[in-house]
């Protein structure tokens, strides 16, 4: 079935480590986002790709960086910038047209410890 | 600047009571408006998109219109397993590429 995957589905990070979140997609899509989601909040854009090898930064992209090598994979680095990383963090993915409906995977949940 | 308002925050519904979400956009140009359904520790699942006011979109219980200024998603005679966060998001003319502004969402509760 088609669909994204993200991984892992929870992580902690220590004190000024980087963690990276994975989010794959076999939609055959061209454009990938990372939200970050709040409890009281709407989803926030963090990043988002419309190509493979370019990607543009979003509303919150400090302390955040990614990747695009691959049309399927687009990971999320948490950097050690980042002092409020606890989140809920989707990935999703769309057709190239921004009226197209974003897909979204099922997330990974961010602690500290 | 470009904003979505959803009321309530919350809603209880008995099994059977019909009731109504609203979705208020203020936007430059509206591209496209889009309902999703998100169930706890879930990610969003796609529910329908609207881009003209006048539209109406359908799906099982659910019926989704569209205004100038806002959108509602009509729940008929909701069972409990439609119970869940109900978000909207827009995409407008005047935003970047990827650009959709959600809502806080309505939690809908439907007891039996």
């Known amino acids: 079935d088609g669909g994204i995957t993200q ?3 929870y992580l902690f990070r220590k004190e000024g480590q980087n963690v990276t979140l994975s989010c794959e997609q076999n939609l055959n899509h061209d454009a990938m986002y990372w939200y970050r989601q709040d409890p009281g909040q709407g989803l ?7 190509i493979v090898n370019d990607f543009q930064k979003g509303d919150i992209a400090e302390g955040y960086s990614v990747s695009r090598e691959k049309k399927e994979s687009f990971p999320l680095t948490v950097t050690s910038a980042q002092k409020n990383p606890t989140a809920f ?7 190239g047209h921004s009226n197209q409906p974003q897909h979204f995977g099922d997330g990974t949940r961010l602690s500290i410890l | 600047e470009d904003q979505v308002t959803q009321s309530p925050e919350a809603l209880r519904l008995q099994e059977g009571e019909s009731s109504s979400l609203n979705c208020s956009y203020t936007v430059s140009g509206l591209r496209g408006l889009f309902w999703y359904r998100q169930d706890p520790g879930k990610g969003p699942e796609f529910l329908f998109t609207l881009y003209s006011a006048g539209e109406e979109k359908e799906k099982e219980r659910l019926k989704a219109t569209l205004t ?3 959108s509602f998603l009509h729940i008929t005679a909701p069972k409990p397993e439609d119970s869940a966060t109900y978000l909207c998001a827009v995409v407008s003319l005047g935003g970047s590429q990827g650009n959709l502004i959600f809502g806080k969402g309505t939690k809908l509760s439907v007891k039996p």
Do not use: G, N, T, V
């Open chain 2, 68 to 70: 100038k200024k806002e």
């Open chain 1, 44 to 50: 926030r854009l963090i990043y988002y790709s419309q």
């Open chain 1, 7 to 9: 991984s892992p589905k």
């Open chain 1, 89 to 95: 963090y989707l990935c999703a993915s769309s057709h």
